[in-house]
């Protein structure tokens, strides 16, 4: 039983430590064609966005701000992908043979 709490232990602070990590995972999206490029990392956390000077136009403001919402959008969600992915990989290396059977751990992410 010991032994069994000690692998829980292990496993909780290897968990902790690709979390830790989601913030070393960067992704980028575009909207309008390049005109808009947003950097997001593992976290869900927007690093820059970057703007092409040919969608910067004061009479179109509306326009801009429809891209950078479809920008951030896309970023974000490519950062939900991407850390899933990551953390099913810790997963799968901490719980061979794909886990124990009926057990949904798609609530923490997984």
Do not use: T, W
């Not at 690093?47 to 969608?55: G, H, M, P, T």
């Not at 970023?75 to 059977?101: N, W």
């Amino acid at each position: 039983m010991a032994d069994m709490f000690g692998k829980i232990s292990d496993m909780q602070a290897k968990m902790k430590e690709a979390q830790d990590r989601l913030s070393e995972i960067i992704v980028e999206a575009e909207a309008g064609g390049g005109m808009v490029r947003v950097k997001a990392n593992g976290k869900r956390q927007i690093i820059s966005i970057e703007l092409d000077n040919d969608v910067i136009d004061p009479d179109d403001k509306e326009m801009i701000e429809d891209l950078v919402v479809a920008g951030v959008n896309k970023a974000l969600e490519k950062a939900e992908d991407a850390a899933k992915e990551k953390m099913q990989e810790v997963y799968k290396d901490l719980m061979p043979g794909g886990g124990l059977p009926g057990m949904d751990l798609s609530k923490f992410g997984l």
